[in-house]
């Protein structure tokens, strides 16, 4: 998978995020990566809320949630296989930032789009993360989980995608896209020296 025709991202993650900085704490990594399966499925449930009146959306954000908790389940078994605990759910400042992009008026098709796109890049960025991670970490098991799991994500990705395409009511979706693009691009530049997902 090429980040740069699929995914889009400007600004590839260094394979050294994972030899220098994720391998020295992986309990860190999972307890983080516990969390981030957490707040994805509640972001579904944020958007079925927010959009009752659009059925397929409602039901493969219902699939989604659920696809989600299951991740945060095999995530958290890992944790107890490995007599480590979850800990307090960590906060997520990429994301934080990300949404500082969102538009705070402009009507519901506007923040609907806006909503998936936010939705896609959070996606777009844990696929890439997990591309690195199953490349790069020693851990086989781990490797094997997360090369799982960026394929699931470019699913989410471009599920998200999708739809704010669907329903654009007349929105630029893909210049919105490029500036999301852009933006995260200059937020992401940032991170990487932490064992965080998004760190």
Same mark, same amino acid.
């Given at each position: 998978?090429?980040?740069?025709?699929?995914?889009?991202?400007?600004?590839?993650?260094?394979?050294?995020?994972?030899?220098?900085?994720?391998?020295?704490?992986?309990? !860190?990594?999972?307890?983080?990566? =516990?969390?981030?399966?957490?707040?994805?499925?509640? *972001?579904?449930?944020?958007?079925?809320?927010?959009?009752?009146?659009?059925?397929?959306?409602?039901?493969?954000?219902?699939?989604?949630?659920? !696809?989600?908790?299951?991740?945060?389940?095999?995530?958290?078994?890992?944790?107890? !296989?490995?007599?480590? &605990?979850?800990?307090?759910?960590?906060?997520?400042?990429?994301? *934080?930032?990300?949404?500082?992009?969102?538009?705070?008026?402009?009507?519901?098709?506007?923040?609907?789009?806006?909503?998936?796109?936010?939705?896609?890049?959070?996606?777009?960025?844990?696929?890439?993360?997990?591309?690195?991670?199953?490349? *790069?970490?020693?851990?086989?098991?781990?490797?094997?989980?997360?090369?799982?799991?960026?394929?699931?994500?470019?699913?989410?990705?471009?599920?998200?995608?999708?739809?704010?395409?669907?329903? *654009?009511?007349?929105?630029?979706?893909?210049?919105?896209?490029?500036?999301?693009? &852009?933006?995260? =691009?200059?937020?992401?530049?940032?991170?990487?020296?932490?064992?965080?997902?998004?760190?």
């Amino acid at each position: 998978m090429s980040e740069k025709t699929i995914l889009k991202l400007q600004l590839p993650t260094d394979p050294l995020w994972v030899k220098n900085v994720v391998e020295s704490n992986i309990q !860190e990594l999972l307890t983080d990566h =516990a969390f981030c399966e957490q707040k994805a499925a509640s *972001n579904g449930i944020t958007i079925i809320v927010q959009n009752p009146d659009l059925p397929d959306l409602v039901q493969e954000m219902a699939d989604l949630v659920r !696809e989600e908790m299951d991740h945060f389940k095999r995530v958290h078994t890992f944790i107890i !296989e490995r007599g480590y &605990t979850l800990g307090r759910e960590r906060k997520d400042n990429y994301v *934080n930032e990300l949404f500082k992009f969102l538009h705070k008026g402009g009507g519901r098709s506007v923040q609907r789009v806006d909503r998936l796109l936010f939705s896609a890049m959070i996606e777009a960025r844990s696929c890439e993360r997990f591309k690195v991670l199953s490349e *790069n970490i020693a851990d086989k098991e781990l490797s094997a989980f997360y090369h799982e799991l960026m394929i699931s994500e470019a699913g989410h990705y471009t599920m998200f995608l999708r739809f704010a395409k669907k329903y *654009n009511d007349g929105i630029d979706v893909d210049k919105r896209w490029a500036d999301f693009l &852009t933006y995260e =691009a200059e937020v992401i530049k940032n991170y990487g020296k932490t064992e965080n997902i998004h760190g």
